[in-house]
């Protein structure tokens, strides 16, 4: 099997690299983090101009049906800068559920929007009590005429204080874990009993607690097959993981980078540090470290459509035990390694550790992965 990026693949990567590499250093991300948002609208319009927000979509809604490894090619471009944009909200979440779930008339209402810049969207699914579930919906739904009522509360809303659209789970019908019984639905950020607060995480995003009270949208602003949405759910949900993953081996990539230049430079009993055997080895590690979790992340990409949602959810659940285990050794040689100054806010070591932190617990950490795949038996029989 051929693993190798075509030409336009390699353009691509090339061209958001050079993009990206001239618009993000450490000042201007801190600047871009006290924006409204949390990031910078004006990069966010260029990705448009590139094509980047259309990137997944078909021509006919202002895409350029890119695939997987496309978004895989992008996402590892964004690790590596610590971009702050809510591309993976945005784009791959809100958008791969209305290019995979919406009908006709939303797909050509929306699609070209989002590819334009025009408009920003958020999934608004967790909920407090629902931990890695994401069957665990309480939020509910109830028909009242030509419309639905929506009742009840999301956390952690990547994206949902600067959101024009939200996409909902609620449920409307069935017990809290059930897997039937869902419902996805379209509900603007502003309509009336929405009431969104605004936080910074960790990792430096920006993410909402929404609550919702006797919110009334149409009966036909509805995503996918009503009470049937789990398995679109999930199917974005793989999507979400794999950009993750490949995020995560950008960010393991520049770390290692950093690490490396800074034992040939940092100097100590008159040599660099990196003349010393036991830190040229701690380093070889860590490039082992991101080989195992690269490997994972392109193989997360090409499974990301498989039609077994089995199979997928396997392969999910592996490159994810993978990228937490790799990310969290990487951080903590990379901040060993750095010594004092790797701690400090000023040096960006930590903050690609705080983000390789976040990126494990996002959809299920490895711990979680692990056993999940354990119960599947595993990606191969014994």
């Not at 806010?345 to 930590?350: F, I, K, L, R, W």
Request: with cysteine.
């Amino acid at each position: 099997m051929d693993f190798e990026l075509n030409e336009e693949q390699r353009l691509l990567q090339e061209s958001v690299g050079r993009m990206l590499a001239g618009a993000y250093d450490p000042d201007r991300r801190k600047r871009y983090a006290s924006e409204p948002g949390g990031f910078s609208r004006a990069i966010w319009h260029t990705y448009a101009e590139l094509g980047l927000l259309g990137l997944p979509f078909e021509e006919k809604h202002g895409g350029i049906g890119g695939g997987a490894v496309e978004t895989m090619i992008v996402m590892e471009s964004f690790g590596r800068v610590l971009a702050l944009d809510p591309y993976l909200a945005s784009v791959v979440l809100s958008g791969g559920f209305i290019r995979l779930g919406g009908g006709d008339v939303v797909q050509s209402t929306i699609l070209p929007r989002i590819a334009s810049g025009e408009m920003l969207m958020a999934f608004a699914h967790a909920e407090r009590q629902s931990r890695y579930d994401l069957a665990d919906i309480a939020m509910t739904a109830r028909k009242d005429g030509s419309h639905v009522v929506l009742d009840g509360e999301k956390t952690l809303v990547l994206g949902g204080d600067s959101a024009d659209q939200l996409i909902v789970s609620a449920r409307l019908s069935g017990a809290r874990r059930d897997s039937s019984g869902i419902g996805l639905f379209l509900v603007g950020a502003a309509a009336d009993g929405v009431t969104r607060r605004g936080y910074p995480t960790i990792d430096g995003r920006r993410a909402a607690e929404i609550a919702f009270s006797g919110v009334r949208v149409a009966a036909d602003a509805v995503i996918g097959e009503p009470g049937n949405a789990f398995p679109l759910i999930e199917h974005i949900a793989d999507h979400a993981i794999a950009a993750l993953c490949a995020e995560a081996v950008g960010a393991m990539q520049a770390l290692h980078d950093n690490t490396v230049e800074y034992l040939k430079t940092r100097k100590q009993f008159g040599v660099p540090i990196g003349n010393f055997q036991v830190l040229q080895h701690r380093a070889a590690e860590m490039l082992i470290a991101l080989e195992q979790a690269r490997s994972m992340a392109l193989f997360a990409a090409m499974m990301a459509d498989d039609a077994d949602p089995a199979a997928r959810r396997q392969a999910m659940s592996a490159a994810k035990v993978q990228i937490g285990r790799s990310g969290r050794f990487i951080g903590q040689q990379a901040i060993q390694l750095h010594g004092g100054i790797g701690m400090t806010m000023d040096y960006s070591a930590g903050h690609y550790f705080k983000r390789l932190t976040a990126i494990d617990t996002m959809f299920g950490d490895a711990d979680h992965h692990l056993a999940r795949l354990a119960r599947s038996g595993g990606l191969a029989a014994a």
